[in-house]
């Protein structure tokens, strides 16, 4: 399973990091135990990826995260199987750096349309489902955001689900920004079994949350 993390600058850090550390021990421990079994040890790849060339990103709180590379086409031989969309500064309404932002210049929902349309899976986290709603990708879907966010994901035509984690088939949406993690390890279990999700979250020490909505 390869995954890209979409961010740009504004996005908050946890929404990013919290799922990308997730899915960057899975693959390790999922690797090992195939290896112990004599099988491929490949289990998949997690990026940080941008829609322009550029070295680093400023996240919500100035922390600089560095980039390996541009999101590809949908139809390239790198393509993810799944794009993780992280929000953030949406409720601030910030004109510079955040998912407000990204949503107002176009580029990145008109990206998420298309790879959405080609049939990547994709997932938010918080206020990264505005960006979806943004695309028409929540249109008439089940989903769900961060609290300050609510209404304006329903009243974009959402089906807003009260649930820390939605499951709408090739869409997934996670709630406030910890709920990031929780997204992750539930594809973590779905995809490497819950041994794997087990092992990650008995290392990042975190308590799992089970309120999935599928």
């Known amino acids: 399973m390869d995954v890209d993390i979409l961010v740009y600058d504004g996005f908050d850090e946890l929404d990013g990091i919290g799922p990308y550390e997730v899915f960057d021990y899975a693959f390790g421990y999922a690797a090992e135990r195939d290896d112990d079994r004599g ?17 680093r990103v400023t996240a919500s709180h100035g922390t600089r995260v560095g ?10 031989d790198d393509a993810p199987d799944l794009l993780v969309v992280p929000g953030g500064g949406w409720s601030a309404r910030d004109e510079d750096a955040s998912a407000w932002a990204e ?10 349309a298309a790879h959405h349309e080609a049939g990547t899976r ?11 709603a943004e695309a028409g990708i929540t249109d008439g ?16 035509g959402a089906e807003v689900v009260d ?15 910890t709920s990031g993690i929780d997204l992750a390890l539930y594809l973590v279990e779905r995809e490497f079994g819950e041994g794997v999700a087990g092992r990650v979250a008995t290392v990042i ?3 799992r949350r089970y309120e999935v909505a599928e």
């Open 39 to 55: 099988e491929p040890t490949r289990a998949g790849r997690v990026r940080y990826v941008t829609l322009d060339e550029r070295d």
């Open 67 to 76: 980039v390996d590379g541009i999101l590809p086409d949908p139809d390239a």
């Open 163 to 177: 649930a820390r984690v939605v499951d709408d088939g090739d869409l997934l949406s996670a709630g406030g920004v």
């Open 122 to 132: 994709i997932a938010s986290v918080c206020t990264g489902s505005m960006l979806l």
């Open 205 to 207: 020490e975190y308590e």
């Open 141 to 156: 879907r089940r989903a769900v955001t961060h609290a300050s966010a609510i209404e304006e994901l329903r009243e974009s």
């Open 103 to 112: 949503a107002r210049k176009g580029d990145v929902p008109r990206a998420l």
